[in-house]
């Protein structure tokens, strides 16, 4: 009979068939399994790269250094924008990797976020000041404007105000030539 | 003689003290708009509905609405105060998606990474509805011939 051969033939199709789904569970399975055994990135990089630094002026953060404003980042040459608070705890560990970029001769602005004048003085008086100059930001609005999303961040700017990179977290002794490189890649 | 067990207890309650939390945090007081709300009630429930929709950036799981972070209410500082200026929701969500990217939204749009979630069900529903289509015709086509 005719009809009987082509159902069995459909019949074995379909039973091929029917391990499809189970075949997608175990893909997706799989996928979640690898996902989890991964480390989760936690940081949230800035869209801003390649995107000029926004208009800001900010007030002194400490006496006897001038705050920040955009200005100081137009002409001359790349510089580091440091995104920092005398209460966050990895900026002690980057102070002595700031000041080695300084020693470079590389141009280092603060921003120091949330923070009071007497917190400020008492920081730079223990750990070392590295800043040409810092700005007070008490409502993270540079920083917000700037896609930086935590203390300490370093952003590099080149001499048109462009951001160019950004570091999340402090610097340890090994991304210092790192950044160097970038500063020279900003040039 | 101190006895074992009082060294012992007194080691479980210094242990409980120090994990008392070691970071520190700022001492300022919040960003005028992070705690209060707008006068304005109509300004205030646009305000409240896009902070619901907005990521906390440091506490990666809750909205801005929803977290104590002093950065979370450094944020609904500028979505306040951008509404009271006149900006509208869609504007300051966009604002913040240039800088921190489709991740600070709650409400998924449709951009280069994202299409084929979109895309993905409207295909499927095209598929299924192929496939009845053929059965369905099939069927009706087998209902002729038989009658």
Same mark, same amino acid.
């Given at each position: 009979?005719?009809?009987?051969?082509?159902?069995?033939?459909?019949?074995?199709?379909? &039973?091929?068939?029917?391990?499809?789904?189970?075949?997608?569970?175990?893909?997706?399975? @799989?996928?979640?399994?690898?996902?989890?055994?991964? #480390?989760?990135?936690?940081?949230?990089?800035?869209?801003?790269?390649?995107?000029?630094?926004?208009?800001?002026?900010?007030?002194?953060?400490?006496?006897?250094?001038? @705050?920040?404003?955009?200005?100081?980042?137009?002409? +001359?040459?790349? &510089?580091?924008?440091?995104?920092?608070?005398?209460?966050?705890?990895?900026?002690?560990?980057?102070?002595?990797?700031?000041?080695?970029?300084?020693?470079? +001769?590389?141009?280092?602005? +603060?921003?120091?976020?949330?923070?009071?004048?007497?917190?400020?003085?008492?920081?730079?008086?223990?750990?070392?000041?590295?800043?040409?100059?810092?700005?007070?930001?008490?409502?993270?609005?540079?920083?917000?404007?700037?896609?930086?999303?935590?203390?300490?961040?370093?952003?590099?700017? #080149?001499?048109?105000?462009?951001?160019?990179?950004?570091?999340? +977290?402090?610097?340890?002794?090994?991304?210092?030539?790192?950044?160097?490189?970038?500063?020279?890649?900003? &040039? | 003689?101190?006895?074992?067990?009082? %060294?012992?207890?007194?080691?479980?309650?210094?242990?409980?003290?120090?994990?008392?939390?070691?970071?520190?945090?700022?001492?300022?007081?919040?960003?005028?708009?992070?705690?209060?709300?707008?006068?304005?009630?109509?300004?205030?429930?646009?305000?409240?509905?896009?902070? /619901?929709?907005?990521?906390?950036?440091?506490?990666?799981?809750?909205?801005?609405?929803?977290?104590? *972070?002093?950065? *979370?209410?450094?944020?609904? /500082?500028?979505?306040?105060?951008? %509404?009271?200026?006149?900006?509208?929701?869609?504007?300051?969500?966009?604002?913040?998606? *240039?800088?921190?990217?489709?991740?600070?939204?709650?409400?998924?749009?449709?951009?280069?990474?994202?299409?084929?979630?979109?895309?993905?069900? %409207?295909?499927?529903?095209?598929?299924?509805?192929?496939?009845?289509?053929?059965?369905?015709?099939?069927?009706?086509?087998?209902?002729?011939?038989? *009658?």
């Amino acid at each position: 009979m005719p009809p009987l051969r082509f159902r069995r033939n459909s019949g074995m199709r379909s &039973r091929l068939f029917l391990w499809l789904p189970l075949a997608l569970f175990a893909f997706f399975a @799989g996928v979640a399994g690898y996902m989890l055994t991964q #480390d989760k990135d936690e940081f949230v990089e800035s869209t801003m790269i390649g995107e000029p630094l926004p208009e800001f002026a900010l007030e002194p953060a400490v006496a006897g250094l001038p @705050g920040a404003s955009k200005a100081h980042f137009v002409g +001359g040459k790349p &510089r580091l924008l440091n995104i920092w608070a005398s209460w966050c705890l990895p900026c002690i560990a980057e102070a002595p990797q700031l000041e080695a970029l300084q020693a470079e +001769g590389v141009e280092i602005i +603060g921003i120091a976020i949330r923070d009071r004048p007497e917190d400020v003085s008492n920081f730079l008086g223990r750990y070392g000041n590295p800043y040409a100059a810092i700005g007070s930001d008490k409502i993270s609005e540079v920083q917000l404007a700037i896609g930086s999303s935590g203390v300490p961040e370093t952003f590099v700017i #080149d001499a048109n105000g462009v951001i160019r990179y950004q570091h999340i +977290g402090d610097i340890r002794q090994a991304d210092v030539p790192m950044l160097l490189g970038e500063l020279d890649n900003a &040039r | 003689m101190i006895s074992q067990r009082k %060294i012992g207890w007194f080691f479980v309650m210094l242990m409980a003290v120090l994990t008392v939390p070691l970071s520190a945090q700022d001492s300022l007081p919040p960003a005028p708009y992070a705690y209060n709300q707008l006068d304005d009630p109509r300004l205030e429930s646009e305000a409240t509905a896009l902070m /619901h929709s907005l990521r906390c950036l440091k506490c990666q799981s809750q909205s801005i609405a929803d977290s104590d *972070a002093p950065m *979370a209410g450094d944020m609904r /500082h500028q979505v306040r105060s951008r %509404i009271l200026a006149g900006e509208s929701p869609s504007e300051i969500r966009s604002w913040l998606i *240039a800088r921190y990217g489709d991740y600070v939204s709650y409400e998924p749009e449709v951009s280069a990474t994202t299409w084929p979630l979109f895309a993905g069900p %409207i295909v499927l529903l095209l598929i299924v509805a192929g496939v009845l289509l053929r059965r369905l015709g099939k069927r009706r086509c087998d209902a002729g011939d038989a *009658a």
